[in-house]
């Protein structure tokens, strides 16, 4: 198992953001705004097919990514974080055919982006369909703007892909177009506020999804994890052969967990926070090799 430790200060990142640039409701300057005041670090403004240079928007507390969600059809959505020209399928360019959702990932990469998978559940996305794709970093585990359409969770897409040896980290985002879906879902990422920093940290899978609970310390030196959260009420370890720890608080809550990992062969663990009010954490996978 490769040594991982996770720790200090974090940086609240939303990811998949959109204005009036596409189909969001309020103006860049509203949704920066907006997120200042719920006290994120970090925002990826992604609006449908169309790029445009954001990042002078940042604020002295607000970092933004120069990002765009080229979006194909078969809602084939994807997040092109860090990339600073407009991808092959935008401006103008009619053919948005799902058949090129590879080429606009192997292009993201080339850009030195991030390139996601955005919403499997949403998109009904059956998973033979993200096992055919390959070579994106990561996809959304929690679309926090598809609560309310019975399909904001993607763990079982994740867990399958993990299963099979596919090594994607997993977002939370909000994927806001209105002001009811800020601050549902983000990541916290261990990184300077810096675009390279950010860009790195996510290759690296430096970072946590969530939808509330927090992770303050994750470490891995391969036979023991060590862990320090908010007080929840379960935290549940999982591997390829579902949860394999489970520390539950009953009626009161728990914040820790210090558990030598057994020595049957897993292929990775990754660890759930569980809050009483039904909101989640989710690390990224460690991986056994
Ligand atoms: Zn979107």
Redesign the pocket.
């Known amino acids: 198992m490769q040594p991982l430790c996770l720790t200090g200060p974090t940086l609240k990142t939303n990811l998949?953001?959109?204005t009036t640039f596409?189909?969001g409701t309020f103006t860049l300057a509203q949704v920066v705004a907006a997120y200042e005041a719920l006290e994120y670090d970090v925002l990826a403004i992604?609006?449908?097919n169309r790029w445009q240079d954001h990042t002078s928007a940042s604020t002295g507390r607000v970092l933004v990514l120069s990002s765009n969600?080229p979006?194909l059809a078969q809602r084939e959505?994807l997040?092109a974080l860090g990339v600073h020209q407009t991808s092959p399928v935008d401006a103008g360019e009619r053919d948005r055919s799902s058949s090129r959702t590879q080429e606009v990932i192997d292009w993201i990469n080339e850009q030195s982006g991030f390139s996601v998978l955005?919403?499997p559940a949403w998109s009904g996305m059956p998973v033979d369909r993200l096992l055919e794709l390959e070579r994106y970093h990561a996809i959304e585990v929690c679309?926090a703007?598809c609560t309310g359409h019975g399909s904001e969770f993607s763990l079982t897409h994740w867990d399958e892909l993990l299963r099979r040896g596919r090594r994607v980290w997993g977002l939370a985002?909000d994927?806001s177009?209105y002001d009811w879906d800020r601050g549902l879902g983000w990541v916290e990422l261990f990184c300077e506020r810096t675009e390279a920093a950010v860009i790195r940290a996510l290759h690296e899978g430096r970072f946590y999804a969530t939808m509330g609970p927090r992770f303050e310390h994750i470490e891995c030196d391969g036979e023991t994890l060590r862990l320090r959260c908010d007080p929840v009420m379960g935290i549940a370890v999982l591997s390829e052969q579902g949860p394999i720890k489970v520390v539950h608080g009953g009626f009161g809550t728990v914040d820790g967990l210090e558990w030598k990992l057994p020595d049957r062969g897993h292929r990775y663990v990754r660890v759930e926070l569980h809050r009483a009010d039904g909101k989640k954490a989710w690390s990224n996978p460690i991986w056994a090799d």
Request: charge should be negative; proline fraction near 0%; glycine fraction near 6%.
């Open positions: 998949h953001t959109h596409s189909d992604t609006d449908h969600e979006s959505h997040l955005n919403h679309n703007g985002t994927d177009h």
